[in-house]
């Protein structure tokens, strides 16, 4: 039996080049899409690296207006030495806010390094016995928000409150009198009481003012303060739990 073998027929010389240039074409193109991916993985971990970057993180943190509460401050806003571009100014803001006695903050970014905090405090109304040497600055919500080792001028002491801790509360209805009562007022009672028959403010020397009940507290004090300047003959009491009643007697 005779094998006979076909002739191989050799390609064609134009062919063959077109092939290979489709394969170097693919080649190149999957070099190109490599390229891409790799440089945009660069800049990716270029940006990261810049962003984390101890040139870009708070070095320096300036807490305007809180006075006693500015380490306070600075603690709850946490941010030194975070990432400047990561830090969000709502966030921090709301955080600074839940320090007593702060009621407002807001946070602005100095770059490179800066992050300044302002701080708008809650306004002192009273103060209570807060231990041996101490006193406790309450607010108009009855929060206590600083100790101080001697009670400011021209704020009554609210008593009968519990001895107060910085973010204790204390009766508010004491706190909301001491609020309401216009500064002149203020300034001339020295202590609030909240007593069976009502809150109760004593001035030194002069009557009693009795308020009532803690409602329209606002009335009830200006009427107070009115009738206290009216006087023209001594009294030990001046009632205005009807703030368009007031009696005197």
């Known amino acids: 039996m005779t094998t006979v073998t076909a002739p191989r027929v050799g390609m064609d010389r134009r062919v063959r080049a077109r092939r290979v240039a489709v394969q170097r074409a693919a080649g190149r193109q999957r070099l190109r899409r490599l390229l891409v991916v790799a440089g945009g993985l660069t800049v990716v971990l270029v940006a990261v690296a810049i962003v984390y970057s101890p040139l870009l993180a708070v070095h320096t943190v300036v807490v305007d207006g809180a006075g006693t509460e500015q380490t306070d401050v ?51 109304v009273g103060t209570v016995a807060a231990g041996p040497g101490k006193v406790a ?31 204790s ?60 300047g009216a006087l023209v003959a001594p009294a030990t009491y001046i009632d205005v739990s009807v703030p368009g009643a007031p009696v005197a007697g």
Do not use: Y
């Open 74 to 124: 600075a603690q709850a806003a946490g941010v030194a030495g975070k990432p400047m571009v990561l830090l969000s100014a709502g966030g921090v803001a709301a955080s600074v806010e839940q320090v007593p006695g702060v009621a407002s903050a807001s946070v602005t970014r100095h770059f490179p390094t800066t992050v300044v905090i302002r701080v708008t405090l809650e306004p002192t």
């Open 169 to 228: 509360r204390v009766p508010v209805a004491l706190a909301r009198l001491a609020a309401a009562l216009p500064a002149s007022l203020r300034a001339r009672v020295s202590t609030l009481l909240s007593l069976p028959s009502g809150l109760t403010a004593l001035v030194p020397g002069g009557p009693q003012l009795r308020f009532g009940d803690g409602t329209q507290l606002a009335a009830k004090a200006q009427a107070a303060a009115a009738v206290l």
């Open 137 to 167: 600055l309450v607010d108009r919500d009855g929060q206590a928000t600083a100790m101080v080792a001697r009670a400011p001028a021209g704020l009554p002491v609210l008593a009968g409150a519990p001895a107060a801790t910085v973010g």
